[in-house]
Each structure stands twice: as C-alpha cells, then as structure tokens.
C-alpha cells in the first residue's frame, strides 16, 4: 500500500470533517410511507481536509500526487485524526486538489476531500457489551499516562 510521505504534516483543523455515505436505501410505499433498510454494511466516508505547507512540503505533496499516485489515482495509506484517535487510514482522493494557494509570506495551503475505505468506527463489541468503557476512556487513559507510568516505591 502507497503511504502518505513521511515527513509532511497531517490536515489542518481548519475545515477539517467527516461525511459519511448513507447506508440507507428507501421504497415509496403505495401507502405514501417509506421503508427505509440498510442497502450496504461497509460504507465510505469522504474527510475534507486542507494542509499548510513550506515550499519545499508542497513540492513534495504535488510530486507525490502526481508522480506516486498518478494523478491522484491510486490508493494510499494517510493518518487521520477522528474520534478513535490519530490512525491510519485506506483512502483515496476523490478528485484532483485544490491550491496551492500562498498563504502569509511563505506557506501553501492545498486542500482535497479523500474517500476513507471504510467509516472509523469502534469495534461492535465494545458498543454492545461494554457501553460504559467507551464512556470513560478519558480517565482510563488519564490514569495510564499519569498514575501508572510512575515509579514504584517497593
């Protein structure tokens, strides 16, 4: 799988959201009503995302684009920030970028929006059999990073 280049910078803030694809198709009924079921399980999230580059970071991306990925074509392996955290993501773009466009004295910003493979969601497990873990995962890993991580006095 072709990776995002090492070395430049993940997505701004800045405009920076998920749009799922529906799951969902509908039949009008006789009636007027609408039956609505789930036409596919794995469905495809579009991220817009915008990037602020030096020169030489967006030198790199448009070579990237261009020469690795072929215009844009073919599939690469991005980090993307989403609610389960800073993971790598399967996607691809959905149509050539926008920019660069100069920015201040000496920055480039680009902007694309990317189809992920596959919607980040947490595994079903945790949803149906452990809802308050999810909930409280804030202090879980407070606790890691601060109690756990010191020294023991034995």
Do not use: H
Request: aromatic share 12%; with cysteine.
């Amino acid at each position: 799988m072709l990776a995002y280049p090492e070395g430049l910078p993940t997505p701004q803030r800045e405009g920076y959201g998920f749009d799922p694809v529906s799951p969902m198709t509908s039949t009008k009924l006789v009636s007027g009503r609408s039956e609505r079921r789930r036409a596919f399980v794995s469905t495809p999230t579009v991220a817009t995302v915008t990037w602020l580059l030096t020169p030489s970071e967006a030198q790199l991306f448009e070579g990237w684009f261009e020469y690795v990925l072929l215009s844009g074509s073919l599939p690469f392996e991005c980090p993307l920030l989403t609610p389960l955290g800073l993971e790598n993501y399967r996607a691809q773009f959905v149509d050539i970028y926008k920019g660069p466009d100069l920015i201040g004295v000496d920055f480039w910003k680009i902007s694309a929006q990317v189809s992920l493979f596959k919607r980040p969601l947490i595994d079903k497990e945790w949803v149906t059999d452990a809802p308050e873990y999810i909930l409280g995962s804030d202090i879980f890993d407070i606790t890691m990073n601060r109690v756990w991580t010191q020294p023991r006095n034995d």
